[in-house]
């Protein structure tokens, strides 16, 4: 239990060493308290709004403060007034924020049905716990099934809204597609599809895809395939930690182009956190790279040698989870990790679905308190 109380506060330079009831001990520099300053004049407690330009912040320094358990009480040069809570200021450890804020994803491989829950659509919908069950999943494994759902794009589109609300791309808002070319993409047509992440031609790719089999009939195959993107990388780390080192450096470009539209976008195919290492995004389609030149020879072999050293690992089927979508389950992924495909397939099959944007899902998890 975390013992948020201040046992004791000491002037050290221009800072205020506090510490508290546990042990901790965190330094507060006078720059920091006097932004940190809570009253009406300093913050908008209503708009959760610092009130003040950062230019506009004086260059006081502490004449004198107070404290006991629960507070600090500050007085400064200009006469100005401050007091922070000991609760507020109990956050500021900076290994315990820094490490707060860090996801921890469940690293898998292979067939994971006994570990991925399937929420029904009305306890998703209409319960906090299974709002949690849903979020709580993407944000280990990357992958959640939501069931029971009506087999129409309107019943998909509640739980699309729901998950943080639809990502509007060229494609449309929520789409269904079958074999019809309405898009030029192999997604619309019944060839395999090997496992990739989409939109890597974008600037802001989708961070969920939601996929449900409205109907398949007369024909067989389609089956879905999934792998752990950060699963992959991880292994190729240790591996091949010169394939990683480039994959997470090399700007791959990649781009999309129909009639009237060329996205094109370059980026790491890994992009890892520089701060701490973690696995923030996978953006791996061989399918929509652009042609590219390169600097050296040696760049243009360690394109190629590292990116098919990852593709070994995503398309080993002991790393992958293959299963037939049917209607009524809608599967839900994480586009920043996951990485989908599928085989061919005859006979009419339509789906339905849509992109979420990162941004919306993340802020459903966090009003939910699963997330910092
Ligand atoms: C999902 N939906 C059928 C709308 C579009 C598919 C986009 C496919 C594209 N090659 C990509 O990987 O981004
Ligand atoms: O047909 C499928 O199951 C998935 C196709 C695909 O990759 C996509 O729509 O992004
Ligand atoms: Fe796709």
């Not at 500021?92 to 929420?119: M, N, S, T, Y």
């Not at 389609?222 to 091949?240: C, H, N, P, R, W």
């Not at 195919?269 to 061989?286: P, S």
Request: aromatic share 12%; net charge negative; charged share 25%.
């Amino acid at each position: 239990m975390v013992n948020e109380t201040i046992e004791g506060v000491i002037a050290v330079d221009r800072a205020l060493e506090v510490n508290f009831g546990d042990g901790k001990s965190i330094r507060f520099e006078d720059c920091w308290l006097r932004d940190h300053c809570r009253c009406s004049s300093c913050y908008h407690s209503d708009t959760f709004q610092r009130a003040h330009h950062i230019l506009d912040i004086p260059d006081a320094t502490i004449v004198s403060f107070e404290n006991d358990k629960t507070k600090i009480e500050v007085t400064w040069s200009d006469d100005h007034k401050s007091e922070y809570a000991a609760e507020f200021l109990s956050k500021f450890d900076f290994k315990r924020w820094k490490e707060g804020r860090k996801l921890k994803p469940i690293l898998w491989q292979g067939a994971i049905d006994d570990k991925i829950p399937k929420v029904p659509v009305k306890e998703f919908l209409t319960s906090v716990e299974g709002a949690r069950r849903v979020f709580q999943s993407l944000l280990d494994y990357g992958v959640v099934l939501v069931v029971g759902v009506d087999a129409s794009l309107e019943a998909t589109e509640v739980v699309c809204k729901a998950l943080g609300g639809v990502q509007h791309t060229i494609f449309g808002g929520m789409w269904q597609f079958t074999t019809r070319a309405d898009h030029a993409d192999t997604a619309y047509t019944n060839l395999p599809l090997a496992v990739h992440n989409d939109n890597t031609y974008f600037t802001e790719a989708a961070g969920l895809q939601i996929l449900h089999c409205l109907e398949h009939k007369n024909g067989a195959g389609g089956e879905t395939i999934l792998v752990d993107g950060f699963y992959g990388a991880q292994e190729l780390k240790k591996e091949s930690p010169e394939d990683f080192k480039f994959l997470t450096t090399f700007n791959l470009e990649a781009e999309y182009i129909e009639d009237g539209h060329h996205h094109t976008y370059s980026a790491p195919v890994i992009r890892v956190d520089n701060e701490t290492q973690e696995l923030v995004q996978i953006r791996f389609n061989v399918y929509d790279r652009s042609a590219m030149a390169f600097r050296s020879s040696v760049e243009c072999r360690s394109y190629y040698r590292s990116l098919r050293s990852l593709a070994k690992y995503y398309q080993d089927p002991s790393n992958q989870w293959r299963f037939k979508l049917k209607p009524g389950t809608v599967m839900i992924m994480d586009n920043f990790r996951v990485l989908h495909g599928r085989t061919g397939f005859s006979g009419s099959r339509v789906l339905g679905g849509s992109y979420v944007a990162r941004s919306d899902w993340l802020d459903k998890a966090r009003a939910l308190g699963l997330i910092h």
